[in-house]
């Protein structure tokens, strides 16, 4: 069984373009956390979808902290 079998994804941040959010993922695998990018908009037919970054929640808390210290500039 998966240590995460269990364990429910939520939406960590919303991101404007996929550069950013890939930032964010290293960083957060740096720290062992796993995540998920999601993009609802794969084939470039809605300008305003955000690309999802997904983690399980139980390390929503840690998370947010890492990406709080991220800048805004690299989003």
């Keep these: 069984?998966?240590?995460?079998?269990h364990d429910k994804t939520v939406v960590?941040?919303?991101?404007?373009?996929l550069g950013a959010a890939t930032t964010a993922?290293?960083?957060?695998?740096?720290?062992?956390i796993d995540s998920f990018?999601?993009?609802?908009?794969?084939?470039?037919?809605?300008?305003v979808a955000g690309i999802e970054l997904r983690i399980f929640s139980k390390d929503?808390?840690?998370?947010?902290?890492?990406?709080s210290t991220l800048s805004r500039d690299q989003r």
Aim: charged share 35%; proline share 3%.
């Design 1 to 5: 069984m998966n240590k995460h079998d």
């Design 25 to 32: 993922q290293a960083k957060l695998k740096e720290q062992q």
């Design 60 to 67: 929503l808390q840690k998370a947010k902290e890492l990406i």
């Design 37 to 47: 990018i999601h993009d609802d908009n794969v084939l470039g037919m809605d300008p």
């Design 12 to 17: 960590l941040d919303i991101f404007d373009d």
